[in-house]
């Protein structure tokens, strides 16, 4: 089970367009009633199944057959905040745009802390293999209908009701498809993740809700 404390302000920030900047009081302010709203509705839900490599289910394009080039599995991967999330920034998106477009970006940070924390617990379980980071539907050329087949295979709208809608997009919106490799042999850094990363807990740009680029 994963548990939501704490959002990410910076990246929330980030999220905004706004990286780097100095909140003043009254965003402040905003900032923190919107994260406690979103903290209060969010339900976060996984799931998730290995593979063993080859597996013509989850592939299309050449993007995800350079991602996992090398593994000898993978793992299929959903996760979501739940539909309250949803339902709670349509409401704000009535009465003050402000405060829905702040709460946005605090829910999209909250689902990505989901997405990392499930990341460490793929690493601890597989702590004998190599993993890459997270590589979704709508990347590159992997193809977003994927969306489906994954949720198929892991039987997520009757597990946690995460479905796609006609254009392939997650409902709820908060929420993540994606296929992570596992290699007994070295993984190349533009591959890896911060969830095996040796710098994770003291990573400058982690704080700072940013990212290295490896």
Wanted: aromatic share 6%; proline share 4%.
């Amino acid at each position: 089970m994963i548990k939501l404390e704490k959002l990410n302000r910076n990246e929330a920030v980030r999220y905004l367009g706004g990286a780097g900047i100095r909140l003043n009081y009254r965003m402040d302010v905003l900032m923190d009633e919107c994260e406690k709203a979103v903290l209060e509705k969010a339900s976060p839900k996984y799931l998730y199944v290995e593979k063993d490599l080859p597996c013509p289910q989850i592939m299309g394009g050449k993007d995800i057959e350079s991602h996992l080039n090398g593994c000898e599995k993978a793992i299929v991967m959903c996760a979501t905040i739940g539909s309250e999330v949803d339902k709670l920034i349509r409401i704000s998106q009535i009465s003050d745009m402000a405060r829905a477009v702040v709460m946005d970006s605090l829910a999209s940070v909250a689902v990505e802390q989901v997405c990392n924390a499930f990341d460490k617990i793929i690493a601890e379980k597989y702590s004998d293999y190599n993993m890459t980071f997270r590589f979704s539907p709508g990347y590159g050329d992997y193809p977003i209908e994927l969306q489906k087949i994954i949720l198929q295979m892991l039987d997520a709208p009757k597990k946690i009701g995460l479905c796609t809608n006609d254009n392939f997009l997650l409902t709820p919106t908060k929420s993540v498809t994606a296929v992570l490799g596992l290699s007994k042999n070295p993984i190349e850094r533009k591959k890896r993740g911060c969830a095996i990363c040796n710098m994770r807990e003291t990573c400058k740009f982690r704080r700072k809700g940013l990212h290295c680029g490896v």
